[in-house]
Structure formats: structure tokens, C-alpha cells
């Protein structure tokens, strides 16, 4: 086009709420999940999938379906990928079974494969260079909104309606993005692209996909076989495909630009902040349901604090990249962020929800400092024939640390509640199989002190209508044996979350801290541009390309 697309900011409204889609589609199961284990069975192992299935597919298969788009279609990989994601969406609404919805579940990661650097690319592929860093802007706010309304929508549907629920929003809100990208946003395809590396792109997918498979598999279920297999094929993969995209004339990735510092300091950035983000998402949603016996609804109106956060800094970076340049803007993020875990290593027992107001408030201004100047950077290293190879790379970046902060610091959080509710609980009376479903989770750990006390409820209500005085009495002391044992195992499950919670805030805060030193080392000084490609095919100015020359230098 000789001039910027007309309707460019519609366009982007289509883009962001196919973005929305792809992102609540996992985390509005944070809160469906007590509902679908009581109505399928599920095991943790199943419910951990169930979550996981999602994810696998997703990270390992956006590389090559970015580079799919930018040579045939972009707008027709976005419009089939919400296809997909709606159709597995409706599948998993009618699953009766774990390996039902698992499957479905995958199949909706496959279209969030599609959906996610497709957003990107027709983003930058869509709007002027001096509008760019704006509109990303408004994509990353969407992004970090889209994390907390997850759960908020869900908790909604839930009053009212099953989880399937919670799966059959996601095909309205896909048909109308459908609709919106055909009637709003233009085609866009790279042009003089020649064949695809699909050598190099099964690579990809081959060592990002095992790569997953290992940090989901081994803290959750231990260093076994499987995830043994799974690291050595991500290894072997990664340096497979290394050497043949340094060989390859038409590489799927050039992963030279990794030697770039202001390249590899921005996708750390973006991993390790997801790190912290997806991290404490994950365990203080736990904390509010099953600690502080907050309903699905409930949790998610309070983490509205976190999307309201990111608004502001999101609309805060706009005004003040231009100024401060990215470097303050990410490094200040990431330091917010390292803060804000720090805050909530004072998790204990008596903590109320106003406690963590102040942290949910730090990290969604911390995520919207950081977060839009590092894609920003990210996108501005390819060139308009793979911007959606660029927005591949962010994404990537994004949900393997997501992915991290989940294995990691839910692994820590495990051990940790595990170990701490051995040792609250030791000496109790409770049967010895209580006690160690207790330990396999908090959610576990609630429903063994529910089960307690309702069965001292039975046991009062046969004691009030025994005619024995002799059974009644000794039907009381069994109840209020049981309803004192139903008592320690709610303090100790709280006791025992809590200080977990705690735990894990830690090892979140200590890897956010190390890495924000090395991500200020590595990013570009004030001044330098963020955006080294090209705007919409037009070739970058003089004044960017020394820049570049110097910060090769």
C-alpha cells in the first residue's frame, strides 16, 4: 500500500480480541478446574494435562505456522486458527472423559498456534512505523487484560452454568472475529518469499515441543524416563536446528540475530517476566478459592487489580518510552515485578486478600512497562517478509516462560505444601490415607477437611436420634473427635499453602532479580530505536541503520 490502511485501528480491534480468545482459552480453566475434576474424575496427573495439552502444541507449532502465513496468507492463518481453536473449543464442551477433553484441548493450542503470530504480524504488517509502537502497546494491554479477565468470565458462566460453559464462549466471540478480519482487517502475505524451510520448521517444533513436554513433565511428575527422553530430544533438536539454519540460505529463523544483545535481551525479557506473571497467577488463584474460600466468581473480580494495572502502565509506556527510552522502561518493568514477589514472600496464614492488592497493582504495572517495548524491539528485527516469523518468536518467548513460571514455581510451591503439611499434621489421629491425599494438593487438602466434617456431621445427627444413651454418647465423641480433626486439617492446609505460596514468591523473586541485571546489560542504551525492520514494506530510514551499524559494533 502507498498509504496507511484507513481502518488500521479497527483492524487492530479484531486483532486484539483474537488475541483475547487465544489467551483466556487457558486461563479461564484455572477456575473451571475444581468443576471438571468432581464431574470427569480426573486425577491431578489429568488435570495437569488437561491444562498442559493446551500449551505443547502451541508454543512448538507457532514458528512454522508463522512462517506458513507470512508466505501464503496472514489474515487466513488468524481466520483458521480461530476455526480450529472454536471447533476443539466445542469438542471439549461435549467431552465426558480426560482423554476426551486433553485432545480437545490440544487441538484448541493448535489454533492458538495460528492465531498468535498472525496477530502480530498483520499488526505491524498493518500500520505505519511511527503508529507501530502504539498499536503494540494496545496488543500487549490486551494481552496482560486478558490474563486476569480469564478467570473473571469464567467465574461468571460458573454461577450459573457448568465448565462447559467455559469452553462455548470462546465460539461466539471467535465467530465474531471470524467476521471482523474478512470485513476490517486487509490481506497480507510477504512478497518474494521463496520455498519454506520445513526442515528447519519441523526442527522447531520438534525441540520447542519436547522442550515443553520436559519442563511440564518433569517438576510435575518426576525426572522419570519420559522427561529424560524429552530433554535429550529438545537438546539434541535445538542444536540440529541451529546448524541447519546457520547452513540453510532461506533459514525459517535467523538465529543470528540472537547474537544481537538488544534481540536476546528483549525475548529474556519477555520469558523471564512470564516467568513471575503466569507464576504467581497460578498459585494465588489457588490461595484465594481454596485458602481464603473465595467462590470462582469472587476470584476473579479480585484480580481485576492485576488487568487494571496493566491498562495504566501500558498507557504510561506509550507516554513515556518516547522519553526515558526502552531500556528505563523494560528494566524499571522488570524491577516491579521482582518487587511485587518480594511482597508476597509475607504470605502467611493470617493474610487476607487486601494484602495482595498492592502486589497484583505492582506486577500489572510492572507487565505493562515492560512488556511492549521488548515485542516492540522483537518485531523490529524482521524484515516485512517475516513479521509473522516475528511474532512467533515473541509468542514463544512469552509461553515458554509462562510455561517456566508454572513448572518452576509450581513445582517449589508442591514440594513446599507438601512438606509442610506433613509436618503440621504429624502426630494427628487422622487415618494415614487422609493425611497423604491431603499432601497431593491444596484443592486435595480442602476436600479431605470437607469430607471430615461432613462425616462428623453424620455421626451427630445418628447420635441425636439414637434411643442408646450409651451409643449417642460415644456416636458425640466420635463427631467432635472428627470435627477437631476436620478443624487442624483446614489450619494446616492454610498454614501449610500459605508459607508455599511464600516459597515460591522467593525462587520467582531471585530468578526475576538475577535476570533483570542481565537484561539491563543487554539492552541498547537510551536513544537507540527499538524498531530495526521495516513499517509495512517500506525500507528503514538512514538514521536507523546507522544505529544498527553501531549497535553491531
Not at 460453559?165 to 471467535?174: G, N
Not at 502475505?189 to 519436547?210: M, N, Q
Not at 487494571?308 to 522519553?323: D, I
Not at 479431605?448 to 454418647?473: C, F, H, N, T, Y
Request: charged content about 15%.
Amino acid at each position: 500500500m502507498d498509504r496507511p490502511y484507513a481502518r488500521r485501528w479497527w483492524a487492530l480491534l479484531v486483532l486484539c480480541l483474537s488475541l483475547l480468545i487465544a489467551v483466556m482459552a487457558n486461563t479461564a480453566l484455572t477456575v473451571a478446574a475444581p468443576d471438571m475434576t468432581r464431574d470427569l474424575g480426573l486425577s491431578s496427573s489429568d488435570l495437569q494435562w488437561v491444562i498442559d495439552a493446551y500449551t505443547v502444541p502451541y508454543a512448538a507449532l507457532m514458528l512454522l505456522f508463522g512462517a506458513i502465513g507470512d508466505k501464503y496468507s496472514r489474515r487466513g492463518a488468524l481466520v483458521l486458527g480461530l476455526v480450529v481453536l472454536s471447533a476443539g473449543a466445542g469438542a471439549g464442551a461435549l467431552s465426558d472423559s480426560s482423554t476426551a477433553v486433553i485432545a480437545s484441548r490440544a487441538a484448541m493450542g493448535v489454533g492458538a498456534a495460528m492465531i498468535m503470530p498472525a496477530t502480530l504480524s498483520l499488526l505491524a504488517a498493518t500500520f505505519p512505523r511511527e503508529e507501530r509502537a502504539k498499536a503494540i502497546t494496545l496488543w500487549a494491554a490486551t494481552s496482560g487484560i486478558a490474563i486476569a479477565a480469564g478467570p473473571l468470565i469464567a467465574g461468571v458462566l460458573l454461577e450459573d452454568y457448568g465448565w462447559a460453559s467455559t469452553f462455548l464462549i470462546d465460539i461466539p466471540v471467535a465467530a465474531v472475529a471470524v467476521v471482523g478480519a474478512f470485513v476490517l482487517v486487509p490481506p497480507s502475505k510477504a512478497t518474494a518469499v521463496g520455498r519454506i524451510d520445513y526442515v528447519g520448521g519441523l526442527l522447531s517444533v520438534i525441540w520447542i515441543g519436547a522442550l515443553i513436554y520436559m519442563i511440564i513433565e518433569g517438576p510435575n511428575f518426576g525426572w522419570g524416563t519420559a522427561a529424560v527422553t524429552a530433554a535429550v530430544v529438545a537438546a539434541v533438536g535445538l542444536v540440529l536446528f541451529v546448524l541447519w539454519e546457520l547452513r540453510h540460505p532461506r533459514p525459517v529463523l535467523d538465529v543470528r540475530k540472537f547474537a544481537e544483545r538488544g534481540f536476546s535481551g528483549s525475548n529474556l525479557a519477555v520469558a523471564l517476566f512470564f516467568v513471575a506473571v503466569f507464576g504467581a497467577f497460578y498459585y494465588l488463584t489457588q490461595h484465594l478459592q481454596f485458602v481464603l474460600d473465595y467462590d470462582p466468581l469472587e476470584t476473579g473480580v479480585r484480580m481485576l487489580p492485576l488487568a487494571g494495572a496493566v491498562f495504566v502502565g501500558s498507557a504510561l509506556t506509550g507516554f513515556l518510552t518516547p522519553r526515558l527510552g526502552p531500556k528505563v522502561m523494560v528494566t524499571a518493568g522488570m524491577v516491579g515485578g521482582t518487587t511485587a514477589l518480594a511482597l508476597l514472600t509475607a504470605t502467611d496464614a493470617a493474610t487476607s486478600y487486601g494484602d495482595f492488592v498492592l502486589p497484583l497493582v505492582l506486577l500489572g504495572l510492572s507487565l505493562g512497562f515492560a512488556v511492549s517495548p521488548c515485542t516492540d524491539a522483537i518485531m523490529g528485527a524482521f524484515p516485512e517478509s517475516e513479521l509473522g516469523v516475528g511474532g512467533a518468536v515473541n509468542d514463544t518467548s512469552l509461553e515458554l516462560g509462562g510455561s517456566l513460571g508454572i513448572a518452576v514455581l509450581g513445582s517449589v510451591l508442591a514440594t513446599s505444601y507438601s512438606d509442610g503439611l506433613a509436618d503440621e499434621t504429624a502426630g494427628s489421629k487422622l487415618p494415614a490415607s487422609a493425611l497423604e491425599k491431603a499432601q497431593d494438593s491444596v484443592g486435595a487438602g480442602g476436600g479431605v477437611a470437607q469430607g471430615i466434617a461432613q462425616q462428623a456431621r453424620r455421626l451427630a445427627e445418628q447420635a441425636a436420634g439414637s434411643d442408646s444413651p450409651r451409643k449417642a454418647a460415644e456416636l458425640k465423641a466420635q463427631a467432635s473427635e472428627l470435627a477437631q480433626g476436620a478443624e487442624q486439617m483446614r489450619h494446616a492446609v492454610s498454614v501449610s499453602f500459605s508459607d508455599a505460596v511464600a516459597h515460591a514468591s522467593l525462587v520467582g523473586a531471585v530468578v526475576l532479580g538475577i535476570g533483570t541485571v542481565v537484561v539491563a546489560l543487554l539492552l541498547p542504551r537510551k536513544g537507540r530505536g527499538t524498531t530495526t525492520g521495516t513499517a509495512a514494506g517500506g525500507a528503514a530510514p538512514e538514521e536507523d541503520r546507522e544505529l544498527e551499524a553501531a549497535d553491531r559494533r
